[in-house]
């Protein structure tokens, strides 16, 4: 069954504030090879202008994933998560995430495309910050695989 094609423009609520902690900015650069030393040492982030550890440019999937789980739950997207492949992924800055972040997300569906029996689905996730500001928009783009895939 393809995904369903109304999602398009659908937004879903803000999901609760996610505190960014320095030991998860770490155990995350240490999982994706990041060696910058802004994001596991705070005097080099501070000494960079930064109030605490920087984040890697992909932390901002640990984010989305909040917003990404609203989708796959709605019974009225027709996702079946078994059959899903993530696709792309892109991420659109207004300013670095660093430790002590709290950050909230909104998700909202740009995108149901059916292409050769597979649903493709793009989903924008925009983060703020605690003020309300812009941080990063982080945009999937996942794969449904269609019966026959």
Do not use: W
Not at 32 to 45: C, I, Q, Y
Not at 73 to 93: C, K, L
């Amino acid at each position: 069954m393809p995904v369903n094609p109304e999602l398009v423009g659908r937004t879903y609520p803000p999901t609760a504030p996610y505190l960014v902690g320095r030991e998860k900015v770490r155990e995350f650069s240490r999982a994706v090879f990041a060696t910058d030393p802004k994001s596991l040492d705070v005097e080099a982030a501070r000494a960079a202008g930064h109030a605490d550890l920087v984040a890697p440019p992909t932390f901002a999937v640990v984010v989305q994933e909040h917003t990404l789980a609203q989708l796959l739950a709605d019974p009225e997207a027709g996702i079946d998560f078994s059959r899903v492949v993530h696709g792309d992924q892109r991420f659109t800055f207004s300013r670095p995430i660093v430790a002590g972040d709290e950050l909230t997300a909104t998700l909202t569906i740009t995108s149901v495309k059916s292409l050769g029996g597979n649903s493709m689905v793009t989903a924008e996730s925009s983060i703020t910050g605690a003020d309300g500001e812009h941080v990063v928009t982080a945009t999937s783009t996942l794969v449904v695989r269609g019966e026959d895939a």
